[in-house]
C-alpha cells in the first residue's frame, strides 16, 4: 500500500517538473537536439549557449509572444 502512495508522488512529481520545464522553455534545447537529430543528422547543432541566446534575441525582436 504504501509503496503505491510513493509511486503516484513520483509521477506527479515527474509530471510537475515536466509542466514546469515546459512553462519556462527548459525543453526547448532538448526538442532542438531531436529535431536537428532526425531531420538534419549531418548538420553540427548549436551549444546551449548559442541556442539560448538566439532563442532570447527572437524572443526580444517578437516582444508579442510573450506575457510580460
Known sequence: QGWRLM???REAGARLLWYLREV?????YDRYLEHQRRAHPE???????????R???S???R???RCC
Open 24 to 28: 519556462m522553455g527548459e525543453n526547448a
Open 43 to 53: 548538420a553540427c547543432v548549436l551549444s546551449r549557449r548559442e541556442f539560448e541566446r
Open 55 to 57: 532563442r532570447m534575441d
Open 63 to 65: 516582444p508579442g509572444q
Open 59 to 61: 524572443i526580444e525582436i
Open 7 to 9: 509511486a503516484r508522488a
